[in-house]
T-cell receptor
Framework: KAGVTQTPRYLIKTRGQQVTLSCSPISGHRSVSWYQQTPGQGLQFLFE???????NKGNFPGRFSGRQFSNSRSEMNVSTLELGDSALYLCASSLVPGLGEQYFGPGTRLTVT | AQSVTQPDIHITVSEGASLELRCNYSYGATPYLFWYVQSPGQGLQLLLKYFSGDTLVQGIKGFEAEFKRSQSSFNLRKPSVHWSDAAEYFCAVGAKGNNDMRFGAGTRLTVKP
């Protein structure tokens, strides 16, 4: 069974631009969560989607948004990029929310210049 | 609020030696506890998890962890470390019902030949 896939793997953007990252969960998994990983703040929860609905949201500004499609694929969007948004963005999938066992993708490395 | 502390930022052990990585958590109810490993440029791989029941849990790659409620700890152990175990290890706490996990800052493991 294929794992969680994330595209693109690497991305360079300029301040003020917007970016969209994509995540395809493991087949059959219906819950997708997003995390931001930076050297300073570590791993931080962004949001969680299940059945195309956002179930939880972390403490991030409204510039960070996401959505989930009917096939469980998810996208996250960051608008008006700031230098501090440079990070590894990780997507994780699970069968359903709340069972806790999440499987992570390789991440998208976003660099904002 | 949930929180996780990994007191050791960096640990160096010799190949073949035993390993213990410390993790302390703060959580009001019975937590879901996890250990993940991350190799450079990779996503997170689940090593083991504790939801309930037997407090000594076995994971992949020869790792085990023991849940001690009285000490709010969930330390990771391995009897004999291999060079391929060099990576960063993250302890995480989650709650029943959602996938919002809180991660520790991580412990970087270096293995000496």
């Amino acid at each position: 069974k294929a794992g969680v896939t994330q595209t693109p793997r690497y991305l360079i953007k300029t301040r003020g631009q917007q970016v969209t990252l994509s995540c395809s969960p493991i087949s059959g998994h219906r819950s997708v969560s997003w995390y931001q990983q930076t050297p300073g703040q570590g791993l931080q929860f962004l949001f969680e989607y299940f059945s195309e609905t956002q179930r939880n949201k972390g403490n991030f500004p409204g510039r960070f948004s996401g959505r989930q499609f009917s096939n469980s694929r998810s996208e996250m969007n960051v608008s008006t990029l700031e230098l501090g948004d440079s990070a590894l963005y990780l997507c994780a999938s699970s069968l359903v929310p709340g069972l806790g066992e999440q499987y992570f993708g390789p991440g998208t490395r976003l660099t904002v210049t | 609020a949930q929180s996780v502390t990994q007191p050791d930022i960096h640990i160096t052990v010799s190949e073949g030696a035993s390993l213990e990585l410390r993790c302390n958590y703060s959580y009001g109810a019975t937590p879901y506890l996890f250990w993940y490993v991350q190799s450079p440029g990779q996503g997170l791989q689940l090593l083991l998890k504790y939801f309930s029941g037997d407090t000594l849990v076995q994971g992949i790659k020869g790792f085990e962890a023991e849940f001690k409620r009285s000490q709010s700890s969930f330390n990771l152990r391995k009897p004999s470390v291999h060079w391929s175990d060099a990576a960063e290890y993250f302890c995480a706490v989650g709650a029943k019902g959602n996938n919002d996990m809180r991660f520790g800052a991580g412990t970087r493991l270096t293995v000496k030949p």
